[in-house]
């Protein structure tokens, strides 16, 4: 093929070497691609792994995001030992140091990996990976990947998990949303924490938090729960049954799902 | 500061876009970013320049373009900008919306230096 005079392009290839075009060639031994892919698209791809892995097993996937301190671990060993003998619950535990969560959550009677992360601000779906070569999948209903405790960076990573629940605790301030809009706006669930302080933190309004969720457009429901006190619970477990038959319902058709957000994905694939 | 591990998985997906094209080198990197992705532009940037060492896109420029945060109101139908916080519609005011725009972490092209040049030093010994 002639790359010298323009020979070979013909009415059905031109579009390609047109300024933006696939195979466009700037000036000077230059090439110019279009990509048009995520930047993550790495750990979207493992994520799509891991997905598949669940999938396999029916195990329903839950990623827990909020900040350091919301309650995630303590939610964790409430449902744990509400659900005995009914849901068989693993967890994965991210953290930067120790392995305290892990034993809690073994504490409260389930199995659980901890993922340290050394100085990673957040989880990866490479990580997870990881882990789940030490979870027998098959002797489980629900995994949980406790983040690590972050409003910021664990948002922009796909796990390959099915659903986002997110913590607000009542002791941070009610416009967390409005601050944190990336994390707030992924949330499939929202759960309100700490309930129980609620009569000795008036500044708190469980109403405007909600309204600062529905800013983001986003319409996930807002619970609110106790973990210590038991307040809110019920809801909860609720929630959290109707997604495990969902799971298994979908399971049973060959489908799955990706958390409700969906990043540029749509667009990308949309735009081929 | 997730933006080094983002810069990592871009300069492993840029390196392998090189090898497959047989370039010796990359000159230029366009990114696209929206305020939602969770990237910052500059901590990308910064991060960028860590990430880069040592592979073929060492000399590589790191062009970042800017998306505007639009939303489509599934009430009323109106195309509208928002701000990150505030995604309801510009037009009646309906939380109730669709992003069109803003959320986006894309690779969109890069430029490879493909042949050897005559002024290039490895051709002139």
């Not at chain 1, 960076?153 to 998990?161: I, V």
């Not at chain 1, 913590?167 to 941070?172: G, I, K």
């Not at chain 2, 940037?45 to 062009?63: F, I």
Request: proline fraction near 4%.
């Amino acid at each position: 093929m002639c790359d010298t005079c323009g020979c070979n392009v013909t009415y059905g290839n031109q579009h390609l070497i047109r300024p933006g075009g696939k195979l466009a060639r700037a000036p000077g031994g230059r090439e110019a691609v279009e990509v048009l892919s995520g930047l993550l698209s790495e750990n979207d791809h493992q994520a799509a792994h891991n997905r598949e892995h669940f999938d396999r097993h029916g195990v329903l996937a839950l990623n827990l995001m909020s900040s350091p301190g919301s309650g995630k671990t303590a939610l964790l060993e409430a449902t744990i030992r509400a659900l005995a003998g009914e849901l068989r619950v693993a967890v994965v535990e991210g953290d930067l140091e120790t392995e305290n969560d892990a034993e809690r959550i073994r504490a409260a009677g389930a199995p659980a990996v901890q993922i340290t992360t050394g100085s990673a601000c957040h989880l990866d779906a490479h990580m997870v990976h990881d882990a789940l070569h030490h979870l027998d999948l098959e002797s489980v209903d629900v995994v949980f990947i406790e983040n690590v405790g972050n409003l910021v960076c664990p948002a922009s990573f796909d796990l390959g998990h099915h659903r986002n629940v997110t913590l607000l605790s009542v002791t941070e301030g009610d416009d967390k949303p409005a601050k944190y809009p990336v994390m707030f706006r992924a949330a499939d669930l929202m759960l309100l924490t700490k309930t129980d302080l609620l009569p000795v933190i008036e500044e708190f309004s469980p109403q405007r938090a909600e309204t600062a969720v529905r800013h983001l457009a986003n319409p996930a429901p807002v619970l609110r729960v106790s973990a210590k006190k038991g307040d809110g619970m019920k809801a909860w477990l609720k929630w959290l049954r109707a997604e495990v038959t969902a799971q298994r319902a979908r399971g049973a058709r060959g489908e799955t799902v990706r958390p409700a957000m969906q990043r540029d994905g749509i667009r990308l694939h949309a735009g081929g | 500061m997730h933006e080094l591990a983002v810069c990592q998985g871009l300069i492993s997906q840029v390196s392998r876009i090189a090898a497959e094209h047989d370039a010796r080198a990359v000159a230029r990197i366009v990114v696209r970013i929206g305020p939602l992705s969770g990237v910052e532009a500059p901590l990308l940037q910064q991060a960028y320049t860590l990430a880069r060492a040592g592979t073929v896109a060492e000399d590589a420029e790191l062009v970042t373009e800017a998306l505007p945060v639009r939303v489509r109101c599934e009430q009323c139908g109106a195309e509208t900008d928002a701000t990150v916080n505030r995604l309801v519609c510009g037009s009646c005011g309906d939380w109730h919306t669709r992003l069109l725009s803003g959320d986006e972490m894309i690779l969109a092209s890069v430029e490879l230096l493909t042949a050897w040049q005559p002024d290039s030093p490895a051709t002139l010994h």
